[in-house]
């Protein structure tokens, strides 16, 4: 058969699948999605990627870079993606900054101040957050508590309320740096304070719906989260005060912000790491010896069910795989979420955040060495290393997997690298 023939008898096969679906009501063959990562930890807020494809091992020296963008100033913000627009934070012409790029190529598309002036501190400048998208509006949450809603074409306000004048929080030694979470009609923030620390506001005009008038602990430095337990939707998030020299994990009614539970066990005053939840086990882990630690919320009241009592994952953040959890803890561990036995470590990749695509972890130490690994409950092994850039900060940015890229954030520049397969 000549190539003429193979050529004209494919087009006519497309041609009548087009015809098929279109008498029939369903229009044209749907066109790709545009990859999305809308949030903090990705779509479901736990740090797993949907991503395939992807290299099961990488180059000496790492995978390819397409492009690195400068110009994002100073921060500990990672990235959220959608529609073609990456949105961070960094810090702009003397103030704190929402940042829009573009996603192929990483050229600024917008920029738009929440605050007037940059938080400083010895340890890092800057914001703490990474936006929220729902889409055509971006919330995002400044170190000073500026909680603002904009247009995501344009990165104009929509609206903005402070967690501590309007809803009576304190602002936190390192600044805020919880990400907002869009629950229905609502986005979730952690003002923290007399007032509740829970409040839900309505994300098209920044009013109030609830606050937890009833859990008024202080705020700490974690991102809140959507559970299902018992047939309710519950917003978790650690709190700051409320233990014996340890911070409080709770859990109010995502309706009406009432506390249902509450407990202490591995939460620091300094709580830092979103928590992750299975089958009514929700799952705390912090620095400052504080340790690992879960607790079944299926009853009237919180019961403890483990506790690894080795210092936690400080501010890397927690995947949680079958019955796995894998977390940096003092190096990368696999802990069994059942029981609380750690199955393995591995100190080689050091102290840092982690996230999961294809299949295998992506791990970035704080001090930017960037690794691929392959684990299980039986043990792992690294498939790949490089450095990644570098400034004089500690890279607490968590690392991004979306659209066949890897990203990494480190205070001016996000750097975007190629792990497609070929």
């Not at 023939?5 to 087009?11: P, R």
């Not at 929402?98 to 920029?111: E, P, R, S, T």
């Not at 409040?199 to 299902?228: E, N």
């Amino acid at each position: 058969m000549s190539k003429r023939v193979i050529i004209v008898a494919a087009v006519l096969a497309a041609s009548a699948l087009f015809f098929v679906q279109w008498s029939q009501g369903q229009g044209a063959p749907a066109a790709a999605k545009a990859p999305e990562w809308p949030q903090w930890r990705g779509a479901d807020r736990n740090g797993i990627s949907t991503e395939t494809g992807l290299l099961k091992e990488w180059p000496e020296g790492g995978p390819a870079v397409l492009w690195s963008a400068s110009g994002l100033g100073e921060g500990f913000s990672s990235i959220s993606v959608r529609d073609g627009r990456i949105y961070t934070m960094g810090t702009v012409d003397g103030g704190e900054a929402v940042i829009a790029l573009d996603f192929k190529d990483g050229h600024q598309l917008w920029a738009t101040k929440t605050s007037e002036k940059v938080f400083n501190e010895g340890n890092g400048n800057g914001p703490r957050s990474t936006p929220t998208t729902d889409g055509d509006r971006i919330y995002s949450e400044d170190s000073y508590g500026n909680v603002a809603c904009l247009e995501a074409a344009t990165g104009k306000i929509l609206w903005q309320i402070s967690l501590e004048k309007d809803l009576g929080g304190r602002r936190p030694q390192w600044g805020y740096a919880e990400s907002p979470l869009i629950v229905d009609k609502a986005v979730v923030v952690t003002p923290g304070g007399s007032k509740g620390s829970i409040a839900a506001l309505d994300k098209m005009t920044g009013t109030v719906i609830w606050q937890s008038s009833k859990a008024k602990f202080a705020v700490a430095y974690s991102s809140p989260i959507l559970i299902d337990a018992k047939g309710k939707k519950e917003i978790v998030n650690a709190t700051g005060s409320g233990g014996v020299k340890a911070g409080t994990m709770i859990g109010v009614d995502a309706a009406t912000g009432e506390l249902l539970w509450q407990f202490s066990t591995g939460v620091a005053t300094i709580a830092c790491c979103t928590p992750v939840y299975k089958d009514g086990i929700v799952v705390a882990s912090s620095g400052y010896d504080k340790g690992t630690a879960a607790a079944d919320v299926t009853g009237e009241a919180a019961k403890d069910l483990w506790h690894v009592e080795a210092t936690g994952s400080h501010h890397g953040g927690m995947i949680l795989l079958g019955d796995c959890i894998y977390l940096n803890m003092n190096a990368l561990s696999c802990i069994n979420l059942k029981d609380g036995k750690v199955l393995w470590q591995e100190r080689s990749v050091g102290k840092g955040s982690l996230v999961y695509a294809g299949g295998l972890f992506y791990c970035l130490s704080e001090d930017n060495h960037m690794k691929l690994v392959e684990a299980t409950s039986e043990g792992c092994k690294v498939k790949g290393s490089f450095d990644a850039p570098k400034t004089k900060r500690k890279n607490w940015a968590h690392p991004v997997v979306v659209g066949g890229r890897l990203f990494l954030r480190n205070q001016d520049t996000l750097t975007c690298y190629d792990v497609t397969a070929k």
